[in-house]
């Protein structure tokens, strides 16, 4: 359908921009580099995955994917299976480069999962305590952070599972819950918001100035390719 066909041509979005696909220099900051059309695929499907998890206005598309792939499991741990699309399974192959990048600040706790979401300096919880503590502490997979705050503080649930205690204390006192909805920001992004060039700046393979740069770059000219 419809949504499918978006979510196939999500995968060359980016090869239609020349840049990423010919020889680029920078006669400031790096030598010639030689840019596949992989790292554009990249950026492109990692600009999905930006706006499926930020999307509160619920796209189409977004709409979709939770509703027929999602089907209220958890982005970040869903498996990847044989049967899943090639798109599909691009995307989820770039969680593990997304996750870092994407960073919860709290705000009432409502959406960010407790267990799986950046949001913690220990994140993820379910990682760094392991399955023997959330069966402990009685909560579900699908927790959100909503349950460690009350009246917009911090505070220790009552469960069997010992621990909480350094959970809690390593919260940065900067990330005192607002009560206003939460939000996911881009890090190392000017704005906190993901965008092309900050994703390829970061992608990129980064090289020292060349001694002959100046042959090949200089003012009015473009060398052929």
């Known amino acids: 359908g419809r949504v499918n066909a978006e979510l196939a041509a999500a995968v060359g979005n980016v090869q239609k921009n020349a840049v990423m696909s010919s020889t680029i220099a920078s006669a400031t900051t790096s030598a010639t580099v030689k840019v596949k059309v992989q790292e554009g695929d990249k950026i492109a499907l990692l600009k999905h995955i930006w706006n499926l998890c930020n999307d509160s206005d619920g796209s189409i598309w977004s709409t979709w994917i939770r509703s027929n792939l999602l089907r209220g499991r958890n982005f970040w741990t869903i498996k990847a299976l044989g049967s899943c699309?090639?798109?599909?399974?691009?995307?989820?192959?770039?969680?593990?480069?997304?996750?870092?990048?994407?960073?919860?600040?709290?705000?009432?706790?409502?959406?960010?999962?407790?267990?799986?979401?950046?949001?913690?300096?220990?994140?993820?919880?379910a990682d760094t305590y392991g399955e023997r503590f959330i069966y402990d502490s009685g909560m579900e997979h699908n927790a959100r952070v909503n349950v460690l705050i009350n009246n917009l503080e911090w505070r220790i649930p009552i469960t069997h599972a010992i621990g909480w205690h350094p959970i809690i204390e390593a919260i940065p006192s900067t990330s005192t819950p607002k009560g206003q909805k939460d939000e996911i920001v881009w890090l190392d992004s000017p704005n906190q918001s993901f965008s092309v060039k900050v994703a390829w700046e970061q992608l990129r393979i980064h090289h020292q100035m060349v001694d002959w740069h100046d042959i090949m770059w200089f003012k009015n000219v473009v060398p052929r390719h």
């Open 85 to 125: 699309s090639w798109a599909w399974g691009k995307i989820l192959k770039l969680r593990s480069l997304a996750w870092p990048k994407m960073k919860h600040v709290i705000g009432d706790g409502m959406t960010t999962s407790l267990w799986f979401d950046n949001w913690h300096p220990h994140s993820p919880l």
